[in-house]
């Protein structure tokens, strides 16, 4: 008897859940559209003066953005800032830029190191607040290629203190790989010469990727911008990656885990960032990394302040500290980015940093499009049609995945 | 032994927080209560006349019994009520915050979409490969154990078995992982034979899944097997059973509660394992690799997709009870 209750409540449980499933083909459908307009920044007020530091700030950054020297003690910019403004830092690592902005929602935090894709989804919800850039005096410093982008402003406002950038590479072993590639058509028609070896960035975002390839070899699709894509143009990104997802051996989030896979062979073309490639050399793997014909998509990290901060004043010190150039110039070189102020590539302790990096190469940046929030408004400036979002990439993701 | 402790007994018995040395003595020496007629009931338990305990009792019983059942009803059975219900939810698509508003959509998508289906399918079918490879490796190994070898083997095998448990699970699947590597170990030893391992993908993650999880189906069969009397197969052998019909007949139905007691770590835990996927799967996709990463984009669809497991998981456990497995627990 007891059986046949558990049965029941079994049977009952299911029962909810289909009922659940399909109850709602009328009426509950609203969710998603509720914002169907597009995007527009909250009134979130700027800060107007720079008042005295309240002792601390609590920090969201990616890992290696902040070391206080316990990872290596050549490696510490963050006790000198506290002893500096007096400002203790309390610093929380992020793996992911999704894990950013739900980091961010809990309030709990002063200033986050967000890259584009994550920042504008920031900017909607409220959580950041406009920087008031002459609050932070190194900002005149920065390179005029990362001020006022599409992907860290709004109406010709900062919303952030740009903080370093990089392109997604492509890196392929030089000794299986032959010849040595000069497209991405590497990891998409051809990817059936080396199938069970390809790797790709495990995130949405890298959709724009797909999109940006088809942008030069499919141009009556029309895409003028990879991450504004209407539903077609995704659909094609979308159906591109799905071809490509036979010859996946591993997508890869883990920036260790792809120098290892590279190294034993797992991985042999695929996308890359470029400390990524110098971490693989120095292990002696045969890789080399390009920036392929098509251009790349890449990455600009922004630092930004919340709109609820609790320590603002020693938030916006901090800004002004981790953009400074030295300090600048220690993060880029111990990450392996391009730094974003100017100065700081007469302080890295390899002259030749700013130059692997292209730092102040524009006309090399100007072939990577850098992450940006993909949005229903149309980045590129379309109206006569809708584009698809974050959320809508993300579902397309798991598809592609299967 | 006074019969009229038999109550406190049978409560306090199942309670192994109390420490006996408190209790017992304690109602040793009380003054002898009229004994009462019947069987002692317990609490809860409908259909019998429950015998009123006294007051101090119940409040002694009730203290006992509050913060294990606060834990459970608040903390744990609370935090799977809330997920449910944020499953009922919607997410804003582009900040990601969680807009509080009704509606079944969630459940509709993990319903219709055909990549959940897939994806429900494709764990479930690791869940199940996992537990019946465990299960065809832990019964020779636990018969050898329980009753071939001697004691002294037997210790050896006893802490063999339980070693790999003291090294982290992280350390083990990423040791496969080095394991199954273009050059690692398996490749090494396969292609003197002109063979080649299985590689990342879904045949490794099995592979891993039914290494991690072996020690909790080998155990209790093991339990099952040493308790299993002798003279049972003995019995078996005078009546002319050869060793194929005594081991259908005789030991596997002895068994076979403790294979399903296995069976449920193994099978849950495959189920809503995601670590040694991203470790040793390749591209593969497993339900729990969806659930967390929409966790940070849409917290009411990932709420909606584990509501997945814990069906699966309540059916599971629902159809191993009625095989009588969970009676002895």
Same mark, same amino acid.
């Given at each position: 008897?007891r059986?046949?209750?558990?049965?029941?409540?079994?049977?009952?449980?299911?029962? #909810?859940?289909?009922?659940?499933?399909?109850?709602?083909?009328?009426?509950?459908?609203?969710?998603?559209?509720?914002?169907?307009?597009?995007?527009?920044?909250?009134?979130?007020?700027?800060?107007?003066?720079?008042?005295?530091?309240?002792?601390?700030?609590?920090?969201? =950054?990616?890992?290696?953005?902040?070391?206080?020297?316990?990872?290596?003690?050549?490696?510490?910019?963050?006790?000198?800032?506290?002893?500096?403004?007096?400002?203790?830092?309390?610093?929380?690592?992020?793996?992911?830029?999704?894990?950013?902005?739900?980091?961010?929602?809990?309030?709990?935090?002063?200033?986050?190191?967000?890259?584009?894709? =994550?920042?504008?989804? #920031?900017?909607?919800?409220?959580?950041?607040?406009?920087?008031?850039?002459?609050?932070?005096?190194?900002?005149?410093?920065?390179?005029?290629?990362?001020?006022?982008?599409?992907?860290?402003?709004?109406?010709?406002?900062?919303?952030?203190?740009?903080?370093?950038?990089?392109?997604? #590479?492509? &890196?392929?072993?030089?000794? @299986?790989? *032959?010849? =040595?590639?000069?497209?991405?058509?590497?990891?998409?028609?051809?990817?059936?010469?080396?199938?069970?070896?390809?790797?790709? $960035?495990?995130?949405?975002?890298?959709?724009?990727?797909?999109?940006? $390839?088809? &942008?030069?070899?499919?141009?009556?699709?029309?895409?003028?911008?990879?991450?504004?894509?209407?539903?077609?143009?995704?659909?094609?990104?979308?159906?591109?990656?799905?071809?490509?997802?036979?010859?996946?051996?591993?997508?890869?989030?883990?920036?260790? @885990?792809?120098?290892?896979?590279?190294?034993?062979?797992?991985?042999?073309?695929?996308?890359?960032?470029?400390?990524?490639?110098?971490? =693989?050399?120095?292990?002696?793997?045969?890789?080399?990394?390009?920036?392929?014909?098509?251009?790349?998509?890449?990455?600009?990290?922004?630092? &930004?302040?919340?709109?609820?901060?609790?320590?603002?004043?020693?938030?916006?010190?901090?800004?002004?500290?981790?953009?400074?150039? *030295?300090?600048?110039?220690?993060?880029?070189?111990?990450?392996?980015?391009?730094?974003?102020?100017?100065?700081?590539?007469?302080?890295?302790?390899?002259?030749?940093?700013?130059?692997?990096?292209?730092?102040?190469?524009?006309?090399?940046?100007?072939?990577?499009?850098?992450?940006?929030?993909?949005?229903?408004?149309?980045?590129?400036?379309?109206?006569?049609?809708?584009?698809?979002?974050?959320?809508?990439?993300?579902?397309?993701?798991?598809?592609?995945?299967? | 032994?006074?019969?009229?402790?038999?109550?406190?007994?049978?409560?306090?018995?199942r309670?192994p927080?109390?420490? %006996?040395?408190?209790?017992?003595?304690?109602?040793?020496?009380?003054?002898?209560?009229?004994?009462?007629? /019947?069987?002692?009931?317990?609490?809860?338990?409908? /259909?019998?006349?429950?015998?009123?305990?006294?007051?101090?009792?119940?409040?002694?019983?009730?203290?006992?019994?509050?913060?294990?059942?606060?834990?459970?009803?608040?903390?744990?059975?609370?935090?799977?009520?809330?997920?449910?219900?944020?499953?009922?939810?919607?997410?804003?698509?582009?900040?990601?915050?969680?807009?509080?508003?009704?509606?079944?959509?969630?459940?509709?998508?993990?319903?219709?979409?055909?990549?959940?289906?897939?994806?429900?399918?494709?764990?479930?079918?690791?869940?199940?490969?996992?537990?019946?490879?465990?299960?065809?490796?832990?019964? %020779?190994?636990?018969?050898?154990?329980?009753?071939?070898?001697?004691?002294?083997?037997?210790?050896?095998?006893?802490?063999?078995?339980?070693?790999?448990?003291?090294?982290?699970?992280?350390?083990?699947?990423?040791?496969?992982?080095?394991?199954?590597?273009?050059?690692?170990?398996?490749?090494?030893?396969?292609?003197?034979?002109?063979?080649?391992?299985?590689?990342?993908?879904?045949?490794?993650?099995?592979?891993?899944?039914?290494?991690?999880?072996?020690?909790?189906?080998?155990?209790p069969?093991?339990a099952a097997?040493?308790?299993?009397?002798?003279?049972?197969?003995?019995?078996?052998?005078?009546?002319?059973?050869?060793?194929?019909?005594?081991?259908?007949?005789?030991?596997?139905?002895?068994?076979?509660p403790a294979?399903f007691a296995g069976?449920v770590f193994?099978?849950?835990?495959?189920?809503?394992?995601?670590?040694?996927?991203?470790?040793?799967?390749?591209?593969?996709?497993?339900? /729990?690799?969806?659930?967390?990463?929409?966790?940070?984009?849409?917290?009411?669809?990932?709420?909606?997709?584990?509501?997945?497991?814990?069906?699966?998981?309540?059916?599971?456990l629902?159809?191993v009870r009625?095989a009588g497995a969970l009676d002895s627990l």
């Amino acid at each position: 008897m007891r059986n046949t209750n558990v049965w029941k409540a079994a049977a009952a449980a299911t029962v #909810l859940l289909l009922a659940a499933g399909c109850g709602s083909g009328g009426g509950g459908g609203g969710g998603g559209d509720a914002q169907g307009s597009g995007f527009r920044a909250p009134d979130v007020p700027m800060k107007k003066t720079l008042g005295k530091g309240e002792g601390q700030v609590n920090i969201i =950054a990616w890992a290696g953005y902040a070391e206080d020297g316990s990872n290596d003690p050549k490696a510490d910019w963050v006790h000198p800032f506290e002893k500096q403004t007096g400002c203790k830092v309390n610093t929380k690592i992020a793996g992911t830029s999704d894990e950013m902005v739900s980091l961010m929602k809990t309030g709990q935090y002063d200033t986050v190191s967000a890259s584009g894709d =994550a920042t504008l989804r #920031l900017i909607a919800s409220g959580d950041a607040a406009p920087v008031n850039t002459k609050l932070v005096p190194n900002y005149k410093d920065i390179f005029a290629g990362l001020k006022k982008q599409p992907f860290n402003s709004v109406d010709g406002r900062m919303y952030g203190i740009p903080h370093g950038r990089g392109a997604n #590479l492509l &890196m392929y072993r030089t000794d @299986k790989v *032959k010849p =040595a590639p000069d497209s991405w058509r590497a990891v998409f028609e051809d990817a059936p010469k080396h199938t069970g070896k390809v790797t790709a $960035y495990d995130s949405p975002i890298y959709i724009a990727d797909a999109a940006l $390839y088809l &942008m030069k070899t499919e141009p009556q699709l029309g895409i003028k911008n990879p991450y504004a894509l209407d539903q077609k143009q995704l659909d094609a990104a979308v159906a591109l990656l799905k071809k490509q997802h036979a010859h996946i051996g591993e997508y890869w989030s883990d920036y260790q @885990k792809e120098v290892t896979a590279f190294k034993g062979g797992d991985s042999v073309v695929g996308t890359t960032w470029q400390v990524i490639a110098n971490l =693989a050399e120095a292990e002696k793997a045969p890789v080399k990394a390009v920036l392929p014909k098509e251009g790349a998509t890449g990455w600009s990290d922004t630092w &930004m302040v919340a709109a609820k901060a609790e320590h603002p004043n020693c938030a916006y010190k901090w800004l002004d500290w981790i953009v400074s150039p *030295k300090v600048n110039a220690q993060v880029a070189e111990y990450f392996g980015e391009a730094p974003a102020n100017a100065k700081a590539c007469e302080e890295t302790s390899d002259a030749q940093h700013c130059a692997t990096y292209h730092a102040d190469d524009e006309s090399y940046y100007k072939r990577v499009h850098f992450w940006t929030t993909p949005v229903k408004q149309c980045l590129d400036g379309r109206t006569t049609v809708e584009c698809t979002d974050y959320a809508q990439w993300t579902r397309a993701w798991t598809e592609i995945k299967g | 032994m006074d019969p009229s402790l038999d109550g406190d007994q049978g409560l306090t018995g199942r309670q192994p927080v109390t420490s %006996p040395k408190e209790s017992t003595p304690k109602a040793a020496s009380r003054p002898a209560r009229p004994a009462r007629p /019947g069987r002692p009931g317990r609490f809860g338990r409908p /259909g019998r006349p429950g015998r009123p305990a006294r007051a101090g009792a119940r409040l002694r019983l009730a203290a006992l019994l509050t913060p294990p059942l606060l834990w459970l009803g608040l903390a744990y059975l609370g935090s799977l009520a809330v997920l449910l219900l944020s499953a009922f939810w919607t997410t804003d698509s582009f900040t990601s915050d969680v807009v509080h508003l009704w509606n079944t959509d969630n459940f509709r998508t993990v319903l219709t979409d055909p990549v959940y289906r897939t994806i429900t399918l494709r764990t479930l079918g690791v869940a199940v490969a996992v537990t019946l490879i465990d299960a065809l490796l832990a019964f %020779p190994m636990a018969f050898f154990m329980a009753r071939v070898a001697s004691g002294r083997w037997r210790r050896a095998l006893l802490v063999a078995v339980l070693t790999p448990l003291w090294a982290g699970y992280l350390v083990k699947a990423y040791a496969w992982r080095v394991m199954l590597g273009e050059h690692g170990l398996v490749n090494a030893v396969l292609a003197p034979l002109g063979l080649s391992g299985p590689g990342y993908g879904l045949p490794a993650v099995v592979l891993v899944l039914a290494y991690l999880w072996l020690p909790y189906m080998i155990l209790p069969v093991f339990a099952a097997l040493e308790r299993l009397p002798t003279h049972h197969l003995e019995a078996s052998a005078d009546l002319g059973a050869g060793a194929w019909r005594t081991l259908r007949l005789v030991v596997l139905p002895a068994v076979r509660p403790a294979l399903f007691a296995g069976s449920v770590f193994t099978f849950s835990l495959s189920l809503g394992d995601y670590l040694t996927v991203q470790i040793v799967g390749g591209r593969t996709q497993l339900l /729990g690799n969806v659930i967390a990463s929409q966790v940070t984009l849409d917290l009411p669809l990932a709420a909606a997709l584990s509501a997945v497991p814990v069906v699966l998981i309540v059916c599971y456990l629902a159809a191993v009870r009625r095989a009588g497995a969970l009676d002895s627990l």
